[in-house]
């Protein structure tokens, strides 16, 4: 049985406060279990991939605090139907989502978990990305749930992740030598002339890669590439979020008549790629 | 791929460790801070003493220097060079690179993969808190179980001792939330992780759940006070009975799934994760009487290394396999305590990893 997409959502921030990672997850988790009619207690295992946060915090993982949020496994003593949930973060830039894809694969093949949820949330560490022109991201959320299919047609194929050759061309980090007491509300990204097109380059690399190696006919594919989320929804570049707002904007579009599958492709930092298959059900 | 069949079981194949020369004593850590007395820090935490990174930018220590160095030490005991690992698994809490970098993106793992030569390597970090190494060996372990992956490698660098300056610096007395981090001391593991064959070198099972309701008792982030890193810990609801039951009850009712009880695991060994001396005895007394079982003999190198955060299990184990006060072909319990909070168990038989 295939790994699907049970439901999908993305959060914006709005109001007056300052954007909040934690806050944004939860809103974009709790749609998905909304959605798909599931109880909080009926997620195994929660991954949040996000790798810019509220205040730079680096302990604990907040996807323990978006759990808390969700409503899952708060207390395993008190709780009087007690079911085990687990959380954690898994940082790997714009892949993040494409990673906890292939780990929630394997949770599900062993049997650790029946469904997983992802969230994937950046906000500026000082609450607005808008305010820092130096910052390139946008404050915003998406979060997948993923379940078993009876479709045996239907669902992800294998994950396959590149590492690119040269230099990383993005760099995202807290200089703790020059940060004084403002380290809550700073980062640093710094990019390199031309690190979209070098990006680009490498992600349709990976895609011809990818291609090859799984034996995918092309003419009957949809990319969703890393770009695909990029226009002017929110202030800023979707960044580990950008896999789920692409995939939501192509199953909202009508299916080309020739295309019966996706291929999600990522790439960003490291340089790092990813790529993986995916079939929706009932697409 | 998946060829995941329920009897599939990984191993610890070889382990490494890096810990920097520099011993500061706990007498010289709180000489300089008016607020705390050595005796005092000494007495709650049992630390006597602590490796800390050599803070010449010429030297180059930090999060990601360890790191790379345990790796290194790793696959020098292992039977698998850099270019076989299938995975490379960073779980660091503390990411400083070189001038003091604390670094989101891109992944430690990444740069790691890289130095090492590991270039075919699936690669990302994983952060959760001190149950960091003990959740990229859980999620390896699904990994090769699948048929995903054949082997991989999880590593962690941990350059603690940023916190205990900052807590130097800001802590007023012994209930200060800060005060836990003078107990943290520096260092760096990595483990190969790949198929078992056979009993003598398994592990039976990896299982961690997080309890969400706590997940704020321990929180790390820059300080608003001074140019510095801080964890501020709720030690009194960190460590309070009630949490310090949820492993054992946990561990007892997946036994119970399988008709077992904890004397049925026979365990020669237990590792606590390394907060203290005394945090050590309170969870081996609290699990006895919720078990109904003495304790094996419980491993500790928490008075001559402090906490060590994501490394204290891997390195504790290291040092006793190593110092022979601990036995190959035993049957290892390690107990993971994290933020989140996180807490589980890994039982393991070990008898032919590289060391």
Same mark, same amino acid.
């Given at each position: 049985?295939?790994?699907?997409?049970?439901?999908?959502?993305?959060?914006?921030?709005?109001?007056?406060?300052?954007?909040?990672?934690?806050?944004?997850?939860?809103?974009?988790?709790?749609?998905?279990?909304?959605?798909?009619?599931?109880?909080?207690?009926?997620?195994?295992?929660?991954?949040?991939?996000?790798?810019?946060?509220?205040?730079?915090?680096?302990?604990?993982?907040?996807?323990?605090?978006?759990?808390?949020?969700?409503?899952?496994?708060?207390?395993?003593?008190?709780?009087?139907?007690?079911?085990?949930?687990?959380?954690?973060?898994?940082?790997?830039?714009?892949?993040?989502?494409?990673?906890?894809?292939?780990?929630?694969?394997?949770?599900?093949?062993?049997?650790?978990?029946?469904?997983?949820?992802?969230?994937?949330?950046?906000?500026?560490?000082?609450?607005?990305?808008?305010?820092?022109?130096?910052?390139?991201?946008?404050?915003?959320?998406?979060?997948?749930?993923?379940?078993?299919?009876?479709?045996?047609?239907?669902?992800?194929?294998?994950?396959?992740?590149?590492?690119?050759?040269?230099?990383?061309?993005?760099?995202?980090?807290?200089?703790?030598?020059?940060?004084?007491?403002?380290?809550?509300?700073?980062?640093?990204?710094?990019?390199?002339?031309?690190?979209?097109?070098?990006?680009?380059?490498?992600?349709?690399?990976?895609?011809?890669?990818?291609?090859?190696?799984?034996?995918?006919?092309?003419?009957?594919?949809?990319?969703?590439?890393?770009?695909?989320?990029?226009?002017?929804?929110?202030?800023?570049?979707?960044?580990?979020?950008?896999?789920?707002?692409?995939?939501?904007?192509?199953?909202?579009?009508?299916?080309?008549?020739?295309?019966?599958?996706?291929?999600?492709?990522?790439?960003?930092?490291?340089?790092?790629?990813?790529?993986?298959?995916?079939?929706?059900?009932?697409? | 791929?998946?060829?995941?069949?329920?009897?599939?079981?990984?191993?610890?194949?070889?382990?490494?460790?890096?810990?920097?020369?520099?011993?500061?004593?706990?007498?010289?850590?709180?000489?300089?801070?008016?607020?705390?007395?050595?005796?005092?820090?000494?007495?709650?935490?049992?630390?006597?003493?602590?490796?800390?990174?050599?803070?010449?930018?010429?030297?180059?220590?930090?999060?990601?220097?360890?790191?790379?160095?345990?790796?290194?030490?790793?696959?020098?005991?292992?039977?698998?060079?850099?270019?076989?690992?299938?995975?490379?698994?960073?779980?660091?809490?503390?990411?400083?690179?070189?001038?003091?970098?604390?670094?989101?993106? #891109?992944? &430690? /793992? =990444? *740069?790691?993969?890289?130095?090492?030569? !590991?270039?075919?390597?699936?690669?990302?970090?994983?952060?959760? @808190?001190?149950?960091?190494?003990?959740?990229?060996?859980?999620?390896?372990?699904?990994?090769?179980?699948?048929?995903?992956?054949?082997?991989?490698?999880?590593?962690?660098?941990?350059?603690?001792?940023?916190?205990?300056?900052?807590?130097?610096?800001?802590?007023?007395?012994?209930?200060? #939330?800060? &005060? /836990? =981090? *003078?107990?943290?001391?520096?260092?760096? !593991?990595?483990?190969?992780?790949?198929?078992?064959?056979?009993? @003598?070198?398994?592990?039976?099972?990896?299982?961690?759940?997080?309890?969400?309701?706590?997940?704020?008792?321990?929180?790390?982030?820059?300080?608003?006070?001074?140019?510095?890193?801080?964890?501020?810990?709720?030690?009194?609801?960190?460590?309070?009975?009630?949490?310090?039951?949820?492993? #054992?009850? &946990?561990?007892?009712?997946?036994?119970?799934?399988?008709?077992?009880?904890?004397?049925?695991?026979?365990?020669?060994?237990?590792?606590?994760?390394?907060?203290?001396?005394?945090?050590?005895?309170?969870?081996?007394?609290?699990?006895?009487?919720?078990?109904?079982?003495?304790?094996?003999?419980?491993?500790?190198?928490?008075?001559?290394?402090?906490?060590?955060?994501?490394?204290?299990?891997?390195?504790?184990?290291?040092?006793?396999?190593?110092?022979?006060?601990?036995?190959?072909?035993?049957?290892?319990?390690?107990?993971?305590?994290?933020?989140?909070?996180?807490?589980?168990?890994?039982?393991?038989?070990?008898?032919?990893?590289?060391?």
């Amino acid at each position: 049985m295939g790994m699907v997409i049970a439901a999908a959502h993305t959060a914006t921030h709005h109001g007056a406060g300052p954007a909040c990672a934690v806050a944004l997850a939860s809103r974009a988790a709790r749609a998905c279990l909304e959605q798909a009619q599931v109880s909080p207690s009926s997620v195994g295992v929660l991954i949040n991939v996000g790798v810019y946060r509220e205040s730079n915090t680096f302990e604990p993982a907040l996807a323990a605090l978006v759990q808390k949020e969700v409503g899952i496994n708060l207390d395993y003593i008190a709780d009087p139907a007690p079911a085990a949930g687990f959380s954690f973060d898994l940082m790997n830039g714009a892949c993040g989502v494409l990673n906890a894809v292939q780990l929630a694969q394997s949770l599900l093949d062993t049997g650790s978990a029946d469904r997983a949820l992802i969230t994937a949330a950046d906000v500026h560490p000082g609450g607005d990305a808008r305010r820092d022109p130096h910052y390139p991201y946008a404050d915003l959320a998406g979060a997948l749930l993923l379940q078993r299919s009876a479709d045996p047609d239907a669902g992800f194929g294998p994950v396959s992740v590149y590492a690119g050759d040269g230099p990383t061309d993005t760099e995202g980090y807290l200089d703790t030598a020059a940060m004084g007491s403002d380290g809550r509300s700073r980062i640093t990204v710094r990019r390199t002339e031309g690190h979209g097109a070098r990006r680009s380059a490498h992600a349709a690399a990976c895609t011809a890669a990818y291609v090859r190696e799984h034996g995918i006919d092309p003419d009957r594919t949809l990319v969703v590439g890393p770009r695909a989320a990029h226009d002017n929804v929110v202030a800023g570049e979707p960044h580990t979020a950008a896999p789920i707002l692409g995939y939501l904007r192509a199953l909202a579009a009508p299916r080309p008549a020739d295309r019966d599958r996706l291929l999600i492709v990522t790439a960003g930092a490291g340089p790092s790629a990813a790529c993986a298959a995916y079939r929706p059900e009932g697409w | 791929m998946n060829t995941s069949t329920p009897n599939r079981h990984s191993r610890l194949e070889a382990l490494g460790i890096h810990v920097p020369e520099t011993v500061v004593t706990t007498r010289e850590l709180t000489e300089g801070i008016s607020a705390v007395r050595d005796a005092d820090l000494q007495r709650i935490t049992g630390v006597a003493e602590r490796r800390v990174y050599d803070p010449d930018p010429a030297a180059a220590e930090n999060s990601f220097s360890m790191a790379l160095s345990a790796a290194r030490d790793c696959l020098a005991a292992s039977r698998y060079g850099a270019a076989d690992l299938d995975v490379v698994i960073s779980a660091s809490i503390t990411r400083f690179t070189d001038g003091g970098r604390f670094t989101f993106e #891109p992944s &430690f /793992a =990444s *740069l790691i993969a890289r130095e090492l030569g !590991a270039r075919r390597a699936v690669h990302f970090d994983v952060s959760n @808190a001190c149950a960091g190494m003990m959740t990229g060996v859980y999620l390896l372990d699904r990994m090769i179980r699948s048929g995903a992956v054949r082997n991989g490698l999880v590593v962690s660098g941990e350059q603690a001792t940023a916190v205990a300056e900052t807590a130097a610096r800001e802590v007023t007395d012994s209930y200060d #939330p800060q &005060f /836990a =981090s *003078l107990s943290v001391g520096d260092s760096a !593991a990595a483990v190969v992780l790949d198929a078992s064959t056979d009993e @003598a070198d398994r592990i039976h099972y990896v299982e961690l759940m997080t309890c969400s309701e706590y997940a704020h008792l321990c929180m790390g982030m820059p300080s608003d006070r001074s140019q510095g890193i801080a964890l501020y810990t709720d030690n009194k609801k960190m460590h309070n009975r009630d949490r310090l039951k949820l492993w #054992p009850r &946990f561990h007892r009712d997946l036994l119970a799934k399988q008709g077992r009880e904890f004397t049925d695991e026979a365990f020669d060994y237990v590792i606590q994760h390394q907060v203290g001396t005394r945090f050590i005895d309170y969870v081996n007394q609290t699990a006895e009487t919720e078990f109904g079982a003495p304790m094996p003999t419980s491993l500790a190198v928490v008075e001559k290394y402090g906490n060590t955060a994501t490394t204290a299990h891997f390195l504790t184990l290291r040092e006793h396999l190593r110092a022979g006060t601990a036995r190959p072909g035993s049957r290892f319990l390690m107990v993971p305590a994290a933020s989140g909070v996180v807490t589980g168990a890994l039982s393991a038989t070990i008898t032919n990893m590289g060391v």
